[in-house]
């Protein structure tokens, strides 16, 4: 939410605009000088009260809580708004209940209405009076002891002047008696103009027969001269200020420092600052005449600037924003407008309550909209930041899927899908993206068998494999059937016996290795179909106590079988065709080629699945075995 801001009060501007107006454009020496009084902060009123929809009976409760308040004082214009609001309401109510009564029993006489309400109300405001008026005689009592403590102050520097010793402890005796004069709070207008003048005077007469050291004198003078140069430059910097209420006030603050706060210069500097100061308040009087003169045009020209922000701010929230930094740039937009709306001056009083009411509404409308977008933006990034785990969890899934491989059109398609999930906050968005590109980057590493993207075990049964076979193609093989059986036999045992990698991690080597043992067969005596069932042997060696790779073996072959009785049965229907005598017919021979040819595989694949059969069979039997030696084993201990 934006900060609050509250407005000026108007009534306040024009005091301090007639206070100021009392600074005298003379001689600083020359001219009587009002000492200026401290002009009263304008607070805004804080409580903001919806007299439209309060009960009447709330009004005791608010009332009280004002009038007992610590800053009591401080809230007369709230409390007397609250009064005049409940004397409004029940004032109506009282009229209508007495109209009702007199239609009723045709005159006034014995009516009475008196709430509960009323009387506690009535009682509160009699009570504020009753504490107003004695915090009044309090602060006149005040204002008397002030001026008396003022005069005696005026006294104790008139019993310095002329002390010619130890001069420095009456310097420190004076200053100590100007600290105490300026602690010291208001005296009563009527008496505030000849105490300062007196004060000054003698003051004055302290610095001129004073016989201090000439370094301090010197000091002192160069302290105030300083310290008075500011004040004149703050005041030259006020000549341009853009709210001339708020120039005026401040130069009566400046005034009041100059002659309260500073004491005197060098005497060849006096009439110069004091020029030049006086020079700069009469520039910001001319304004604030100026000002005076045009005020009805100024304040027109005023409210239609702030109707025009009012504007603007209402098309930075109807256009609707569409993304976090569209709305962020309305928001900086917005904060210089509440800016600019606070420092435009007075406007017409008519409209002022008006104006101020709808730039409150301006603004909560504009962070309604804008929390509606954020809170909106909130549940959507719940569902992208959903989208993106899931994203995530089904890229890990296919990294330990068996069939990983099969997945890289999904996984171009999860990247994708990656890019449309919409906007995050940046810190989870880092944190999911680097956990995604991880993922990512590691089944395309190991789709381009970069051994590095596996694990350290798996990397380990790959080196160890690698530097077997290369130790192994050195060996002379037997060339002897049988021998060579036991041969290959005894390999396959020591390649398993170094265990084999996870699930989807490519090992060419398993496929290299198993060729390069069936190319010994091609070093023996075997030939024809005797050598291809050696090599198929080979084949199933590998897969011997793979129960998976057998039945994905015997699927295929079966599969190639039944292709291959479709394509024979096709050819026995296109035989039908032909007349018995027909043989000598060079299509029906080559019909006839084919339909052997096909014979003659589906009885090498026949007797290849009859073979996996037989290791199936056994390995499942040697499976059960090892099952039932566990259940022993267990049931024993």
Request: charged share 35%; net charge negative; glycine share 2%.
């Amino acid at each position: 939410m934006m900060e609050k801001s509250t407005e000026p009060n108007e009534s306040k501007q024009e005091e301090g605009i007639n206070e100021a107006s009392e600074i005298s454009t003379s001689q600083e020496e020359k001219a009587p000088i009002t000492e200026p009084q401290t002009v009263p902060e304008v607070k805004p009123i804080k409580t903001q009260l919806n007299f439209d929809t309060l009960e009447l009976d709330s009004y005791a409760d608010i009332l009280k809580k004002m009038i007992h308040a610590d800053d009591w004082s401080k809230k007369g214009k709230e409390i007397q708004e609250v009064i005049s609001q409940f004397d409004n309401r029940f004032g109506k109510i009282f009229t209508a209940k007495r109209k009702e009564h007199i239609d009723v029993e045709g005159n006034d006489l014995d009516f009475e209405f008196s709430p509960t309400y009323k009387k506690e109300v009535s009682q509160l405001i009699r009570e504020y009076k009753t504490n107003k008026s004695a915090h009044y005689k309090s602060q006149e009592k005040s204002q008397k002891e002030n001026l008396e403590k003022r005069l005696e102050i005026i006294e104790q520097i008139k019993a310095l002047i002329g002390i010619s010793e130890n001069n420095s402890n009456n310097y420190k005796k004076f200053r100590a008696l100007q600290e105490s004069w300026h602690q010291t709070g208001q005296v009563p207008r009527a008496d505030s103009n000849n105490v300062w003048e007196t004060y000054k005077h003698h003051v004055e007469r302290f610095y001129d027969f004073l016989h201090l050291d000439r370094a301090l004198r010197e000091k002192d003078f160069k302290h105030n001269y300083e310290e008075k140069l500011k004040l004149i430059e703050r005041a030259e910097t006020l000549v341009d200020h853009q709210d001339v209420v708020v120039a005026i006030r401040e130069l009566n603050v400046l005034h009041r420092q100059w002659k309260t706060d500073l004491g005197p210069v060098a005497r060849e500097h006096r009439e110069e600052l004091w020029n030049r100061f006086q020079d700069a308040t009469a520039k910001i009087h001319e304004r604030k005449n100026e000002y005076n003169k045009n005020i009805d045009a100024i304040l027109l020209e005023n409210l239609a600037k702030k109707k025009a922000i009012l504007t603007t701010i209402e098309e930075l929230y109807t256009d609707h924003a569409s993304n976090h930094n569209a709305w962020q740039n309305s928001l900086k937009q917005v904060n210089t407008l509440k800016e600019e709306f606070h420092n435009i001056g007075r406007i017409p009083r008519a409209q002022n309550k008006a104006i101020w009411n709808e730039f409150r509404s301006t603004l909560k409308n504009f962070n309604h909209q804008k929390n509606e977008f954020y809170k909106t933006q909130k549940q959507e990034e719940k569902i992208h930041i959903e989208q993106k785990k899931v994203l995530i969890t089904e890229v890990k899934s296919i990294l330990e899927s068996a069939d990983w491989r099969s997945y890289t059109d999904r996984m171009k398609a999860i990247q994708v899908a990656w890019k449309k999930t919409g906007r995050i906050s940046r810190k989870l968005s880092n944190q999911l993206w680097e956990e995604f590109k991880t993922a990512t980057d590691l089944y395309f590493a190991r789709l381009k068998n970069k051994e590095e993207a596996y694990s350290e075990q798996d990397q380990a049964i790959l080196k160890a494999k690698r530097a077997y076979f290369e130790d192994f193609k050195s060996q002379e093989a037997p060339t002897e059937a049988e021998a060579l059986t036991d041969y290959i036999e005894n390999a396959f045992q020591n390649w398993n016996a170094m265990g084999e990698p996870s699930e989807g991690v490519k090992n060419s080597m398993q496929r290299e290795y198993t060729d390069f043992l069936r190319g010994l067969w091609n070093k023996t005596a075997l030939k024809g179909e005797e050598k291809v069932a050696a090599q198929f042997k080979t084949d199933l060696l590998l897969l011997k106590d793979n129960e998976e790779g057998l039945n994905k073996e015997h699927i295929l072959l079966k599969k190639k079988i039944d292709e291959s009785k479709t394509e024979l049965i096709q050819l026995e229907n296109n035989l039908a065709f032909f007349s018995t005598t027909s043989s000598e017919n060079p299509m029906v021979q080559d019909v006839n080629a084919k339909i052997k040819k096909l014979n003659n595989q589906i009885e090498h694949w026949g007797s290849k699945v009859k073979q996996i059969k037989t290791l199936s069979r056994e390995l499942k039997k040697s499976l059960e075995t090892d099952s039932a030696e566990d259940v022993n084993e267990e049931t024993v201990d």
